[in-house]
């Protein structure tokens, strides 16, 4: 485990004296949705954005219809000082994919029978899972995802609190919360092209500043580790799967229509997709850039 994370002892002594504000959903995504005005984002709408992101872990955008996609993500780059896109590492050893730092979400006809990327190329739903599971626990602090054009039907976004999950789950069985911050307790497995890396990690760490962080995932290239206390593991793993339907207060379901902007906590709140139909003629289009810092507002001159 990286060395600024604490020791699993020293974290569940810190969970029951109490931990730094964590998100918790709104009872609507409609509640986290700010109308934005004209670039650069004005210093209204960012204090309304960073409040949604602060305290429910992620903002939708909402901008004019037909603004640009490009534009709109540069806008969020820049207002919220979020640097440049990142590429991980996998990607960068790839012709096809190294220089999609920003990535476009489409499916094609040929993709179809047979994607480069599994998940990307595909319309078939997306089980939870966190951006950026083969880096270290936390590095991947950002998600943003542009809808430029939802499916036809379905293609729904889901979102888990996976920090407020865990905090549940240490209140209810300290022993299965202590599994998941074993240090080997979640294990990452690439599949694309000829890939096989893999990174085994801990589910749930604590920085050294008391911040809580996730890397919770449940894709079917995510597997659960068989070291430190596997029954207690199995018992934090269906806790939580008790947790994933939209009246626990812990996972939402929405759509992103047109025009919309996602920007979420990935280092909290983990996300999958249902799964959805397209019109052939306008195929569902999404744009996803990661990105290693949160956002702070810093003003654009106009």
Request: hydrophobic share 40%.
């Given at each position: 485990?990286?060395?600024?994370?604490?020791?699993?002892?020293?974290?569940?002594?810190?969970?029951?004296?109490?931990?730094?504000?964590i998100?918790?959903?709104?009872?609507?995504?409609?509640?986290a949705?700010?109308?934005?005005?004209?670039?650069?984002?004005?210093?209204e709408?960012?204090?309304?954005?960073?409040?949604?992101?602060?305290?429910?872990?992620?903002a939708?955008l909402?901008?004019?219809?037909?603004?640009?996609s490009?534009?709109?993500i540069?806008?969020?780059?820049?207002?919220?000082?979020?640097?440049?896109?990142?590429v991980?590492?996998?990607?960068?050893?790839?012709?096809?994919?190294?220089?999609?730092?920003?990535?476009?979400?489409?499916?094609?006809?040929?993709?179809?029978?047979?994607?480069?990327?599994?998940?990307?190329?595909?319309?078939?739903?997306?089980?939870?899972?966190?951006?950026?599971?083969?880096?270290?626990?936390?590095?991947?602090?950002?998600t943003?995802?542009h809808?430029?054009?939802?499916?036809?039907?379905?293609?729904?976004?889901?979102?888990?609190?996976?920090v407020?999950?865990?905090?549940?789950?240490?209140?209810?069985?300290?022993?299965a919360?202590?599994?998941?911050?074993?240090?080997?307790?979640?294990?990452?497995?690439?599949?694309?092209?000829d890939?096989?890396?893999?990174?085994?990690?801990?589910?749930?760490?604590?920085?050294?500043?008391?911040?809580?962080?996730?890397?919770?995932?449940?894709?079917?290239?995510?597997?659960?580790?068989?070291?430190?206390?596997?029954?207690?593991?199995?018992?934090?793993?269906?806790?939580?799967?008790?947790?994933?339907?939209?009246?626990?207060?812990?996972?939402?379901r929405?759509?992103?229509?047109?025009?919309?902007?996602?920007?979420?906590?990935?280092?909290?709140?983990?996300?999958?997709?249902?799964a959805?139909?397209?019109?052939?003629?306008?195929?569902?289009?999404?744009?996803?850039?990661?990105f290693?810092a949160r956002?702070?507002?810093?003003?654009v001159p106009r």
């Amino acid at each position: 485990m990286n060395r600024q994370h604490l020791a699993v002892e020293t974290v569940l002594e810190a969970l029951r004296e109490g931990v730094k504000p964590i998100p918790e959903f709104p009872a609507a995504p409609a509640s986290a949705v700010v109308a934005m005005d004209a670039a650069p984002i004005s210093a209204e709408r960012a204090d309304a954005v960073l409040s949604a992101y602060t305290n429910h872990g992620f903002a939708v955008l909402q901008y004019p219809a037909g603004h640009d996609s490009q534009a709109a993500i540069s806008d969020v780059q820049a207002a919220f000082g979020l640097g440049e896109p990142f590429v991980p590492p996998m990607y960068r050893s790839r012709p096809d994919w190294a220089d999609r730092a920003i990535t476009s979400l489409t499916v094609t006809a040929e993709e179809m029978a047979g994607p480069a990327h599994p998940s990307f190329g595909r319309s078939t739903a997306q089980d939870l899972h966190s951006d950026g599971t083969l880096q270290e626990i936390g590095e991947v602090a950002t998600t943003l995802l542009h809808c430029v054009r939802p499916a036809a039907q379905g293609g729904d976004t889901t979102l888990f609190n996976s920090v407020g999950a865990f905090i549940a789950l240490h209140e209810h069985d300290p022993a299965a919360a202590a599994a998941m911050l074993h240090e080997t307790s979640l294990i990452r497995t690439a599949n694309i092209g000829d890939c096989r890396d893999s990174a085994a990690g801990p589910t749930f760490a604590m920085r050294a500043d008391g911040d809580l962080i996730s890397r919770y995932s449940i894709s079917s290239t995510d597997s659960w580790g068989t070291h430190g206390d596997p029954v207690a593991l199995a018992r934090a793993c269906a806790f939580f799967a008790g947790l994933q339907h939209e009246s626990s207060g812990y996972h939402l379901r929405f759509a992103l229509g047109a025009d919309q902007c996602l920007i979420f906590a990935n280092d909290k709140i983990s996300h999958g997709r249902t799964a959805y139909h397209d019109d052939p003629a306008r195929p569902r289009h999404m744009k996803r850039a990661l990105f290693l810092a949160r956002p702070v507002y810093r003003p654009v001159p106009r």
